[in-house]
């Protein structure tokens, strides 16, 4: 049996070394001309960002499971979203949580991002609401719609839904988290860097098995390409978490404790018992 961290850290041990003295480097050309100074750096030191309608190139400090450092040539404001993109397909959708220095701290949405039409969107969730939380759903008879959930504006209102899955690969296998999914692939957060172009299978449990190939590995995120494309209504048949009130921030999301989260429940969540209407 192939042992699933031998075998990573084995390919990626000869690096290590490498990225301690590239990073210091990295550290020491920011302290002197961050905007004027030549840059020689990997790709894996980059990253591309959608602010305010425009696609960015940013530099990439730091990656975790609940956010990212970056620097970039933008003036946000706190709360203000940014798509991070670490690979080809789908981003991250975060929100700016600090400003400090020229770099900034960005959180992670927490649910999982369901990549569909709008119909589709809703139909699933209620489907996965009445699978696998009846309890949540009223006996009451159905009265007026409320207006903020009326379906022309449900994109402005999140959903507390996060899916995990299993990765089957090298004969062990590794819970993961479904940051967002659509019929061609997943972006996922295994915090542990696949090799890319690794052929592997993802099991959603009663949602099915899924053979996928890695098309891009960093930062402990990846992102999976579908053998054959995925039919998102299955997603209901498995049982989601529902977002934790409370969430533990990486340390370098620390410098702001006392602001709430834009994905705390309080920011335009609706609960599952609107989902299920």
Excluded at 136 to 157: L, N, Q, Y
Excluded at 224 to 236: D, E
Aim: net charge negative; with cysteine; aromatic share 6%.
């Amino acid at each position: 049996m192939v042992n699933f961290r031998s075998t990573l850290n084995g390919a990626q041990a000869s690096a290590s070394a490498d990225g301690n003295s590239r990073a210091s480097k990295l550290d020491d050309r920011r302290t002197v001309d961050r905007r004027g100074a030549v840059r020689h750096r990997l790709a894996r030191d980059m990253a591309t960002i959608g602010f305010d309608g425009a696609m960015l190139e940013a530099d990439l400090v730091n990656v975790s499971g609940g956010g990212a450092m970056i620097e970039a040539d933008i003036s946000p404001r706190l709360w203000d979203r940014v798509d991070l993109y670490l690979g080809e397909g789908s981003p991250i959708e975060c929100a700016v949580r600090w400003l400090r220095g020229g770099r900034i701290g960005l959180e992670f949405a927490h649910e999982t991002q369901i990549e569909c039409a709008p119909e589709e969107h809703d139909a699933l969730l209620r489907d996965t609401v009445r699978r696998n939380f009846p309890e949540t759903i009223s006996d009451a008879p159905p009265g007026e719609p409320e207006p903020a959930f009326d379906i022309a504006r449900r994109g402005d209102v999140r959903h507390p839904l996060i899916w995990n899955g299993v990765i089957k690969w090298q004969d062990e296998a590794r819970t993961v988290r479904l940051r967002n999914i659509s019929a061609s692939g997943v972006l996922i957060d295994a915090q542990i860097d696949f090799p890319e172009g690794s052929e592997l299978t993802l099991d959603l449990g009663k949602s099915g098995q899924y053979a996928a190939t890695v098309g891009w590995s960093r930062g402990g995120q990846a992102g999976l390409v579908f053998k054959t494309p995925f039919q998102l209504k299955a997603l209901a048949a498995a049982r989601p978490e529902v977002t934790a009130p409370r969430w533990k921030r990486p340390a370098h999301l620390d410098r702001c404790l006392d602001q709430p989260s834009p994905w705390a429940s309080e920011w335009q969540r609706r609960d599952l018992s609107d989902l299920a209407g």
